[in-house]
């Protein structure tokens, strides 16, 4: 535990959603930071013919002693072409490679500096606006389900009033689990925690079942 605290933590989180749904607001709010300080917004006619790019932003976080370095990976482009068909491949080639990569690198001779670069979690940000998932949103998830930790968040919930954001977060659980999509699910706390504490992790797990920006 000691030598892990000293040397430590890696966390790769890839952000998914298309663009205008408030990403870049949620992650520089998360973190504290501004990740995309340099970032080029495309006009209507760049969008049209837009591939999905990725995109890594690489920071160190220390707190109370414990280091972690966090990598973003962005997505810009993802749902903005005129035809999305298969534009989510980018993102699964992407997690695959990251996969093949760990493994050579866990099986060669020298396994001292090895880098882990796999997607732990990926935060997939869902529209307010239209009736649920578009199919674009469906088969993004199902590719990706298996192969990474999927937190879907329901973008811009300040937009809505708190009825509108129960009756869209009732649909989309209702449409992720008829199609068969696996989401993270909030673990449960260790038997010896306090009181408050188990209290707090229900709250958490109750409200991460999806998870609403800006919304109480």
Not at 2 to 25: M, N, P, Y
Not at 138 to 158: F, G, S, T, W, Y
């Amino acid at each position: 535990h000691r030598k892990t605290v000293k040397k430590g933590f890696t966390f790769t989180l890839i952000v998914a959603g298309e663009s205008g749904l408030g990403k870049s607001t949620l992650i520089n709010s998360l973190f504290l930071t501004d990740l995309y300080k340099d970032r080029k917004v495309p006009n209507a006619e760049e969008r049209i013919s837009r591939t999905v790019a990725i995109i890594k932003h690489t920071i160190g976080i220390e707190e109370k002693g414990v280091k972690l370095r966090l990598t973003i990976i962005d997505t810009p482009g993802f749902g903005d072409a005129v035809n999305n068909t298969e534009s989510w491949r980018h993102i699964e080639d992407y997690i695959d490679q990251q996969f093949e990569q760990y493994f050579r690198d866990e099986s060669g001779l020298n396994r001292r500096n090895i880098q882990d670069n796999r997607v732990h979690c990926c935060l997939y940000f869902i529209s307010p606006f239209g009736h649920g998932l578009r199919p674009l949103d469906v088969d993004c998830m199902r590719a990706l389900h298996e192969k990474v930790n999927i937190i879907p968040v329901l973008a811009k919930a300040d937009s809505l009033t708190p009825a509108e954001v129960c009756r869209k977060k009732m649909k989309i659980r209702e449409e992720i689990k008829q199609f068969g999509i696996n989401i993270y699910q909030f673990p449960e706390c260790d038997s010896d925690e306090d009181e408050d504490f188990k209290t707090q992790e229900q709250i958490l797990k109750w409200r991460t079942r999806l998870t609403p920006t800006s919304c109480c």
